[in-house]
Structure formats: structure tokens, C-alpha cells
């Protein structure tokens, strides 16, 4: 028997953001952002502690330092940081987030819930309503 399955134009970004924000000093290294990544397996951190952040750290980023030869310990976070982040509603369908991401060709959206953050969600989690929903189809 076929599970019935949620699509994703009525699931919210909320029920998708889990675990807290990760988040380095603003004085971190690119070394402490990789740090950081690795043991809470996440895609991305947050540069400093305000409650509406300015500034974020991707794996990719940290792969473009090391690619281009650079010292990881002493590349600071803040200097390969996109500062132009692009930011969702709590309420927000999985659908509208996708939709973001996908006109701003980016992986990560800050979720916001009464002006502060309340979250990252990745690419790799709105993959995997699609997956579970096209899964439930089958």
C-alpha cells in the first residue's frame, strides 16, 4: 500500500530546520570554519554572533582556499564570506524556498522567524522532501 505523501508546495521551511545554528568568531579561520563543518557535518556556518547575521562560510568556500593554495589557518572566515545572503520565512513552502535557491543559484537560505535567525536550510534538505516525495509516487 502507497504511502500518501505531503507534496512540497504544502510543507514549511520549519519542519525542516532542526539542530541549532552553527556559528564561528568573526575573528575565525578558514581552518575553524573547516573545523566546524566537519564535526557537526553540516554545509555552512554563520561569522559571528548577531542575531540577524551578515556574513556566511560554505564548504564550497572553504574548498575554493584550499584549491587556490591559500593556508586555511591563515585565511580569516570574514575575508571569503558571501555577505549577500538570501534569507526565507519560517512559514515558507518547500516549494518557494526551492524556487530562491534555484533563481539565486545558491545552496543555502537563512530562515528567518520574527526577524532573527532560526536556521540554515540546505539544497541537500529540500532534496530530500523531493526524494521522499517522488518515492511515495513510485
Same mark, same amino acid.
Given at each position: ?22 556559528? %564561528? =568568531?568573526?575573528? =575565525? ?36 582556499? %584550499? =584549491?587556490?593554495?591559500? @593556508?586555511? !589557518?591563515? %585565511?580569516?572566515?570574514?575575508?571569503? !564570506? ?8 519560517? @512559514? ?40 521522499? @516525495?517522488?518515492?511515495? =509516487?513510485?
Amino acid at each position: 500500500m502507497k504511502k500518501k505523501s505531503v507534496p512540497a508546495a504544502a510543507i514549511t521551511i520549519d519542519t525542516l530546520i532542526g539542530g541549532g545554528i552553527v556559528r %564561528v =568568531a568573526a575573528d =575565525a579561520t578558514v581552518a575553524d570554519v573547516a573545523k566546524a563543518i566537519a564535526d557537526q557535518n553540516i554545509g555552512a556556518v554563520v561569522v559571528g554572533d548577531e542575531e540577524r547575521p551578515t556574513a556566511l562560510v560554505s564548504e564550497r568556500d572553504v574548498v575554493r582556499v %584550499v =584549491a587556490g593554495g591559500r @593556508d586555511p !589557518a591563515a %585565511v580569516l572566515a570574514r575575508e571569503i !564570506a558571501s555577505t549577500s545572503l538570501v534569507w526565507c520565512e519560517a @512559514d515558507d513552502t518547500v516549494e518557494e524556498a526551492a524556487l530562491r535557491m534555484t533563481d539565486r543559484e545558491i545552496r543555502h537560505l537563512l530562515v528567518e522567524r520574527d526577524g532573527a535567525l532560526a536556521g540554515i536550510v540546505s539544497i541537500r534538505d529540500l532534496l530530500g522532501v523531493y526524494a521522499t @516525495d517522488a518515492d511515495h =509516487a513510485l
